[in-house]
């Protein structure tokens, strides 16, 4: 099974709007991490934001926010006020606990096309 | 703080020709992946090393990619000989995190990448 599914292949959105990029996740263990990285076409990995398994309230990053929902295993990142800079590929990434070594897993990610 | 360093940041040779991609992670970290990256999809684990031991070579093609890390600082990753299927984008990444340890917030910091064309 995939430990982490990024549904949305291509996801376009109006400059100054907000936009929903989904990823859920499996895994058995109950300590782990979830992140969000963006990766313009220049390619550089840039890690946007963490998420606790065990972290009650939803993470926030300036414009970026994590909707976790634990029960249905989903981590959807929200960016707000979208900006033409925010045109990228987005993956979604877990790591889980310490027995399994800190192993990173990633999504096949969502290309985000902000529109002017 | 500095970086993880890559080197080169793009290479283009032929098939069954042999290339080799440096990496210097940032100071202090303790462990260090190589990802393939192939256009169009996530990054895909190749190495991970605890210092300079292995801790999962599990999906690396050890019969034509090779990786070292000498001295638990810098590391080699080599292919010989290349296929026409290895065309990929090679991330260098480390983190504080210790094999064994909860690492949680530990971030995964990446490279600028070593862009492979094999023609």
């Known amino acids: 099974a995939q430990k982490i599914t990024q549904t949305q292949p291509g996801m376009f959105v109006q400059e100054k709007e907000a936009v929903t990029l989904d990823c859920t996740y499996d895994t058995s263990d109950q300590s782990y991490g979830l992140f969000w990285y963006k990766q313009p076409s220049s390619g550089e990995m840039i890690f946007l934001i963490y998420q606790g398994s065990y972290d009650e309230q939803n993470a926030t990053e300036g414009r970026y926010s994590l909707n976790f929902q634990k029960a249905r295993k989903s981590a959807n990142l929200v960016i707000s006020a979208s900006q033409l800079g925010d045109s990228a590929m987005y993956f979604c990434?877990?790591?889980?606990?310490?027995?399994?070594?800190?192993?990173?897993?990633f999504g096949t990610g969502t290309s985000l096309t902000v529109i002017p | 703080e500095a970086g993880v360093a890559q080197s080169p940041r793009y290479k283009i040779i032929e098939k069954r020709q042999s290339v080799a991609f440096w990496c210097n992670p940032i100071s202090g970290h303790a462990t260090l992946y190589w990802y393939q990256q192939i256009l169009g999809q996530g990054p895909k684990l190749l190495i991970q090393?605890?210092?300079?031991?292995?801790?999962?070579d599990s999906q690396l093609p050890k019969d034509r990619f090779s990786a070292e890390r000498l001295k638990g600082v810098d590391s080699t990753l080599k292919i010989q000989p290349a296929k026409l299927e290895d065309s990929a984008v090679y991330l260098c990444a480390s983190s504080l995190a210790r094999y064994g340890t909860y690492s949680g917030a530990n971030v995964l910091t990446f490279g600028a990448g070593s862009r492979l064309t094999v023609l």
């Open positions: 090393f605890q210092n300079n031991g292995v801790v999962d």
């Open positions: 990434a877990m790591r889980e606990g310490p027995g399994t070594g800190n192993q990173f897993y």
